[in-house]
């Protein structure tokens, strides 16, 4: 699940299928505090676990 470059919020809200001003919001309501440019990976990691983004390719397939 870590992700190996930077990103900024609006490449992330489109990982998460949203709008950036929905994801902004998501970040306020979920007391985030992500500064302005590049999201190094940690946090990108720590985002997605509190906005509860679940890989859909977990390496896994199921028949």
């Given at each position: 699940m870590l992700s190996t470059k930077a990103?900024?919020?609006?490449?992330?809200?489109?990982?998460?299928?949203?709008?950036l001003?929905?994801?902004q919001r998501r970040l306020k309501a979920n007391h985030l505090d992500v500064p302005r440019g590049l999201i190094n990976p940690e946090l990108q990691n720590r985002?997605?676990?509190?906005?509860?983004?679940?890989?859909?390719?977990?390496?896994?397939?199921?028949?």
């Open positions: 990103k900024n919020k609006k490449q992330l809200a489109e990982e998460f299928g949203m709008s001003r929905t994801f985002i997605k676990n509190e906005l509860g983004w679940e890989e859909v390719s977990s390496g896994t397939s199921q028949v």
